[in-house]
């Protein structure tokens, strides 16, 4: 079996909100170049794992390595341009696509050429013309498709996706799992994604992590999903837990 | 005014009284208490006042004034509670525009460095100073709870605090100098401000009095645009660690 370098890894972290355990211990990798799906029930603490990588939120204890080194070390705004995030809302700023594709240039007071905006949008399958479109007369696909493309312009190495296929039609969807697998194959990006579709988690991910109340209570190559050792999972896996 | 007059003003307090018995509207037992309240506090604050410009000391000048902010922070905090330490942020809003005005009065000789012209002037820079920072708060808060997402996209692009703020920060500052600016153009149109009411009706020559007037509403303006630009610059810190989070994440 190959062994993967971790990309992220995780060692006893907990996380909690005025004292309620949100998450863990948990202790686990992400390896890299890989596509790692994060399954489980609603409230299982996916979102916050995905904040405390890319350090919107801190463990309360617990150690978080990025790429070996501990993330606390990592300056938060480099840590975020490595460690890139896509919303599940995909939310917009006002103006055009343009405006929101140059967006993580313009942080650095910086400016994204036209050809460069072009590429990036037909990076994700998106027709240069669209780059004068407003923002907000995109469909909710290619919202997310240019909400991928924003965070590629930060050339991270590693890629947070928080459910972003899930309020998109059978057709979007499937654009958007090829698009991820074609950046992970192009960049050699490790992408950590968050679904509530299994069929998706295993036909797309390389590993899964299976997080149950804040644990994680299975982690290992997708195909786990098919035939689940622990009890929790086989419940998920079955539909008894949402 | 006469002793008789004055007690005839009442008649405009027992009509309200009237009206809310005859119709139910429960409005009795709080227009009775702030009837009570305006008429003791008017009283001791004119007693006081005579007494302030009869010593004719700055010390007690000073008094006043400190009086006047300590009243409006305890009233404006009440709106920030969700700002960490908004009192010293309101108080040292407020100190910096009564200094800056004050300043700019009395520097080049505007008006006269007297309790007369001080005082009250001081009282319409605090009070004003006041309500823009309850304005300004309620926006700020709103549109960081509103916009929580537009907040969390800039900083997970790698963005800063100041930048993943600006926009509501903005808005905000917007928002609540708009009535001071608007009601600005219709002054003297639709309303006579209360002021210049006064300052006619106890017999000055009206053109003196829109002359002060004006001084007030330019002085007011600069109140209006620095109190919510200060406040905001002061508020938007403590909304965030030294880890650059927002403070209060919500989760799945």
């Known amino acids: ?242 | 005014m006469s002793p008789i007059a004055l007690s005839l003003t009442l008649i405009f307090v027992l009509i309200p009284l009237l009206l809310s018995r005859t119709l139910n509207l429960g409005l009795e037992k709080d227009t009775l208490i702030a009837t009570v309240r305006s008429i003791v506090q008017l009283f001791a604050v004119g007693y006081i006042l005579k007494f302030v410009f009869d010593s004719d000391s700055y010390i007690y000048i000073l008094m006043m004034i400190a009086l006047m902010i300590f009243a409006a922070v305890h009233n404006a905090s009440k709106k920030g509670k969700a700002i960490p330490g908004i009192s010293w942020k309101i108080t040292a809003t407020i100190i910096a525009v009564e200094v800056l005005t004050q300043g700019i009065l009395l520097g080049f000789g505007i008006v006269p460095a007297t309790a007369q012209y001080i005082i009250p002037i001081s009282g319409m820079v605090v009070g004003n100073s006041m309500v823009l920072s309850i304005l300004f708060l309620n926006r700020f808060t709103s549109e960081m709870e509103t916009h929580r997402n537009r907040t969390e996209l800039i900083l997970s692009l790698g963005g800063t605090p100041k930048q993943a703020v600006h926009t509501q920060l903005t808005d905000a500052i917007k928002a609540s100098t708009i009535p001071t600016i608007e009601s600005q153009k219709t002054m003297g149109l639709v309303q006579l401000p209360g002021m210049m009411s006064g300052q006619i009706i106890a017999g000055a020559d009206p053109v003196q009095a829109v002359q002060f007037q004006l001084l007030i509403l330019f002085l007011l303006l600069t109140t209006a645009v620095v109190s919510s630009i200060l406040l905001g610059f002061l508020s938007y810190p403590s909304l965030f660690n030294e880890r650059m989070q927002l403070i209060r994440q919500s989760n799945d």
């Open chain 1, 1 to 242: 079996m190959t062994t993967y370098e971790p990309a992220i890894h995780f060692k006893d972290v907990r996380y909690s909100i005025d004292g309620n355990p949100i998450i863990g211990p948990i202790t686990g990798s992400f390896p890299a170049g890989q596509i790692t799906t994060l399954v489980g029930p609603s409230g299982a603490g996916k979102t916050t794992v995905l904040k405390l990588c890319n350090g919107l939120l801190s463990p309360d204890a617990g150690e978080i390595l990025v790429e070996g080194r501990p993330i606390g070390s990592l300056e938060p705004t480099a840590l975020r341009r490595k460690v890139g995030m896509a919303l599940q809302d995909a939310p917009m700023v006002n103006g055009s696509v343009y405006d929101n594709l140059a967006l993580p240039l313009r942080l650095r007071k910086k400016e994204l050429s036209e050809t460069d905006a072009v590429s990036w949008l037909e990076d994700v399958g998106l027709p240069a013309d669209y780059l004068h479109k407003k923002a907000t007369e995109l469909s909710g696909g290619q919202r997310q498709k240019v909400s991928i493309a924003r965070t590629l312009v930060n050339h991270s190495d590693i890629l947070l996706m928080d459910e972003i296929t899930s309020a998109l039609d059978r057709g979007s969807k499937r654009e958007i799992e090829s698009l991820i697998t074609r950046i992970n194959e192009k960049y050699g990006t490790t992408i950590i994604w968050i679904t509530h579709n299994l069929e998706q988690a295993i036909s797309i991910g390389d590993f899964t992590w299976v997080l149950v109340a804040g644990e994680l209570v299975e982690t290992g190559e997708s195909r786990i999903l098919e035939k689940p050792a622990d009890e929790r999972v086989r419940r998920f896996v079955k539909g008894e837990l949402q």
